[in-house]
């Protein structure tokens, strides 16, 4: 029941049904890459959130369909840290760019996101289309997404879905786990004053705040053991928790934590309520917060204790 309210949301959320022709693949699409940033400077990292495609587009596309492109570049761009710039490109005047011409795009060997329906790749697969659709295939030992439709009115819905509700949301959903980690190893060095900010942040624990108003609909159709699962790690993460660290009580702050962990696992992992969660997530963007958390000098009891002591996904 649950997958299925979550399958009608997907669809509806933006207004018209959208068309997810290989969900699991689009969930899984490798939209970014861990690498490093600002290479020749005294600030670069080693481990920033760089994009790991290109956005493209037929030369026959109408302005509206080349436009929707800023809307997935955007949302890409809220995801991730830089698009990878360097001293040395920068001297060159060879900025980086997740936008490129067809013929280009092609030519720089990354997964793609190709944008319309007047291209090579729908014309030569003969590739049909009966309303706005995200669709992953393989083209020439690469992943590709089709945001596709039977007019630019379908094409440049998909779009917006793409960047809303599948980008955008990704992002967030990553910025709030990884925060939530990190929210975790402050409280344990009784660090409250960067917790408390953390909490409030719209790039750290708030940044969920985008997801939840994204999945409101969805959220209003949930049966009453989710919704309360639902409530019960609101409570905590943007109210209990925040009373406990601002009186600096590292103990009620830690068993809170724990509480919320507990939450997000019922729906994760199907504890106590159907698993919402029917995928995989990519190991190799997933895998960051066993980082984060060694940062603070913990091990994976610290946080996966109990009911959570199981780790990864089914």
């Known amino acids: 029941m649950v997958l299925a309210l979550l399958l009608a949301w997907l669809g509806l959320a933006l207004g018209k049904p959208v068309i997810m022709d290989t969900a699991l693949d689009i969930k899984r699409f490798p939209f970014v ?3 490093s940033a600002w290479e020749g400077t005294p600030a670069q990292v080693k481990e920033a959130v760089l994009p790991n495609i290109v956005i493209t587009y037929g030369v026959e596309e109408s302005k509206r369909v080349v436009g929707s492109v800023s809307l997935i570049t955007y949302a890409l761009g809220q995801w991730t840290d830089d698009p990878g710039v360097t ?6 005047g060879k900025l980086p760019s997740v936008v490129m011409p067809f013929g280009k795009a092609f030519a720089s060997g990354k997964n793609l996101i190709v944008v319309g329906v ?3 790749i729908v014309r030569r697969l003969g590739l049909a289309f009966t309303g706005p659709t995200l669709k992953v295939i393989e083209w020439e030992g690469r992943k590709v997404l089709i945001v596709g439709g039977r007019n630019d009115r379908e094409v440049v819905r998909a779009a917006e879905f793409l960047a809303n509700n599948v980008i955008g949301f990704k992002g967030g959903a990553y910025r709030t786990f990884f925060s939530f980690v990190k929210l975790r190893g402050l409280i344990e060095h009784g660090n409250f004053i960067a917790a408390l900010e953390l909490i409030k942040d719209p790039k750290g624990l708030s940044a969920c705040g985008k997801n939840m108003s994204l999945a409101a609909p969805m959220v209003l159709k949930f049966p009453p053991e989710v919704k309360k699962v ?19 009580d590292k103990e009620r702050a830690v068993k809170l934590w724990r509480e919320a962990m507990i939450t997000c696992y019922q729906c994760h992992q199907g504890i106590g309520i ?3 969660r029917k995928f995989v997530p990519l190991e190799s963007i997933h895998s960051k917060h066993q980082r984060i958390a060694k940062g603070f000098g913990l091990d994976c009891r610290a946080c996966h204790v109990g009911v959570t002591e199981n780790r990864g996904y089914k």
């Open 230 to 248: 639902v409530k019960k790690r609101n409570r905590i993460m943007y109210s209990e928790l925040i009373r406990a660290v601002s009186s600096k």
């Open 118 to 120: 007047k291209n090579d």
């Open 87 to 92: 001293p040395r490109d920068v001297r060159k």
């Open 274 to 276: 159907e698993r919402l």
């Open 33 to 35: 890459r861990y690498g």
